[in-house]
C-alpha cells in the first residue's frame, strides 16, 4: 500500500467510527446557516514545537510552530519529502507527534482520537465507496450517524446543489469523471460540517482544465462556508492561486509563511525563491562605488540593499533594441523564444550567463533566436537574499 492510500484507510476507518460514536447533532444546520460564511472559532489551529522522527532516524518534521486562523485557506508547500503530508497526518489524527503540541480552537488534541476530532479528509484518489451511488457516497456520514432517512435526503440534495453534481445523484461512482468524483468526495466530507477540512492534493490527478476550474470552485466554496481548509500541494501556481496564506516547507521546517504576494515577491530565503517558480539567481559582490558586480554585469540603483544573491524575476525584464544604452542594461542574445499565449518567454545569454525574461504578447516587440538585445533591469524590483 502506498503513503496515500494506508492514510486513506486510516481515515475511512475514523471516519466510520466517528460516525457511529457521535450522537446526532440536531444542531448543525442551525450553525452551518448562522455561520453564514463567517469564521469559526473553535477552528484555530495552533503548532508548538511539533515533531515527528520515524524509527530509523528519518525526521519529517522538525520543530513545526504555525498558528492557523479560523476560516483560512491555508496551504502547506514544498517538494516530495518535506513532511506535508506528515503534518496532515497529524492534525486528522492518524500520525502521533514525538514533541509538541497541537490545539484546535483552544483545545489540546494531540490525545483526542481521529474519530473524535470534528476533521475530515480529501484525498487525492478521492477514496469513494465504489460499491454506493453518488447519493449514497455523499450521505455515508449522515447514515452511520443515524439521521433519519428524509432528512439526510434532504441535506444530500442541499448538499449536492452547493457543490454543484445534483444531476449525478443516481449514478454509480464508476461512471463518472476524475473531476466528478473528486466533487463528489468533497461534497461527503462537507455534508458532516467538520470544523476543519484537510486536503491532501486533492486535484493532482485532474488534466489542466478542470483542474484550475477546481481550484476556483474549492476556494469560492471554502469562503462560502468560512471552514478553515489545510491544502496541500507541491505545486506552487495551484498554491498562489487558492490560498490566503501558504507555508514553505523543506526537510521538515518551515521556511516562509505568508499570503502568496509575500511569498513570490519577497521570498525569504533563496529556497523560497528557487522553488517558487521562474527564477534568475545570482551571486553579487559590492564594489567600491556603491554599485554591485553580478555575472550580468554592474547594476546601479541598488542603495544598501544587503545580500549574497540578487533575484530578477523574469517578468521585471524588459528587452529593448541592443542600441539603447543606459544604466543596468546589458548587451545579450536570444537563445530561445517559447509562445505561450498570452506571453512569451525566453532563453537569453550575456556573456557567459544564462537568464530568463518573459514578455507579454500584448504590445510589446517581440524578437527571434539569434537576435542581439538590451536586457533592461529595473532595480526597483530586485530582491537581495541569503541562503
Ligand atoms: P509527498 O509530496 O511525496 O507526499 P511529503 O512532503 O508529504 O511528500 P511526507 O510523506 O510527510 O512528505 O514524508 C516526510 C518524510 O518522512 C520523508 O522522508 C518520508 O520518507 C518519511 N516518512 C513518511 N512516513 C514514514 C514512515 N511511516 N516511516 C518512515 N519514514 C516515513
Given at each position: 500500500m502506498t503513503n496515500s492510500e494506508t492514510m486513506q484507510a486510516e481515515a475511512a476507518e475514523a471516519e466510520a467510527k466517528r460516525q457511529t460514536d457521535k450522537p446526532p447533532d440536531p444542531y448543525a444546520e442551525v450553525r452551518r446557516n448562522a455561520t453564514g460564511g463567517k469564521p469559526r472559532e473553535a477552528s484555530a489551529i495552533s503548532l508548538r514545537g511539533v515533531q515527528k522522527h520515524f524509527p530509523g532516524g528519518v525526521v519529517a518534521l522538525e520543530h513545526i510552530d504555525l498558528e492557523i486562523e479560523a476560516g483560512e485557506f491555508f496551504t502547506l508547500l514544498g517538494p516530495s519529502g518535506c513532511g506535508k503530508t506528515t503534518l496532515l497526518r497529524i492534525l486528522a489524527g492518524l500520525e502521533d507527534a514525538t514533541g509538541g503540541a497541537v490545539a484546535v480552537g483552544g483545545q489540546d488534541?494531540?490525545?483526542?482520537p481521529a474519530h473524535r476530532r470534528s476533521v475530515n479528509t480529501v484525498f487525492q484518489s478521492y477514496a469513494?465507496?465504489?460499491?454506493?451511488n453518488v447519493r449514497d457516497n455523499i450521505g455515508f456520514g449522515l447514515r452511520m450517524r443515524g439521521v433519519d432517512r428524509d432528512e439526510c435526503q434532504r441535506r444530500v440534495d442541499e448538499t449536492a446543489k452547493f457543490i454543484k453534481i445534483s444531476d449525478l445523484?443516481?449514478?454509480?461512482?464508476?461512471?463518472?469523471?476524475g473531476g466528478q468524483k473528486q466533487r463528489v468526495a468533497l461534497a461527503r466530507a462537507l455534508i458532516n460540517e467538520p470544523d476543519l477540512l484537510l486536503l491532501d492534493e486533492p486535484l493532482s490527478a485532474l488534466d489542466a482544465g478542470l483542474r484550475s476550474q477546481l481550484q476556483v470552485e474549492l476556494s469560492q466554496t471554502q469562503q462560502r462556508l468560512g471552514m478553515t481548509f489545510v491544502f496541500v500541494t507541491h505545486d506552487q501556481q495551484e498554491a498562489m492561486v487558492m490560498s490566503d496564506r501558504i507555508a514553505v516547507m523543506n526537510d521538515g521546517r518551515i521556511q516562509q509563511v505568508g499570503p502568496p504576494e509575500d511569498i513570490y515577491e519577497?521570498?525569504?530565503?533563496l529556497f523560497v525563491a528557487r522553488f517558487m517558480g521562474h527564477t534568475n539567481l545570482f551571486p553579487v559582490e559590492r564594489t567600491g562605488d556603491g554599485s554591485l558586480d553580478t555575472p550580468l554585469g554592474s547594476l546601479t540603483g541598488c542603495g544598501d540593499c544587503i545580500g549574497s544573491h540578487v533575484l530578477i524575476r523574469p517578468e521585471t525584464i524588459e528587452l529593448l533594441p541592443p542600441e539603447e544604452a543606459g544604466d543596468n542594461r546589458f548587451r545579450a542574445r536570444i537563445l530561445d523564444r517559447l509562445y505561450r499565449g498570452a506571453f512569451a518567454e525566453y532563453q537569453l545569454e550575456c556573456g557567459d550567463t544564462r537568464i530568463a525574461a518573459i514578455v507579454s504578447n500584448r504590445g510589446q516587440r517581440q524578437y527571434d533566436p539569434g537576435e542581439h538585445v538590451a536586457l533592461t533591469v529595473d532595480s526597483s524590483g530586485l530582491v537581495f537574499l541569503d541562503e
Open positions: 488534541i494531540l490525545r483526542t469513494l465507496f465504489p460499491h454506493l445523484i443516481d449514478r454509480d461512482v464508476a461512471q463518472l469523471s519577497r521570498p525569504a530565503n
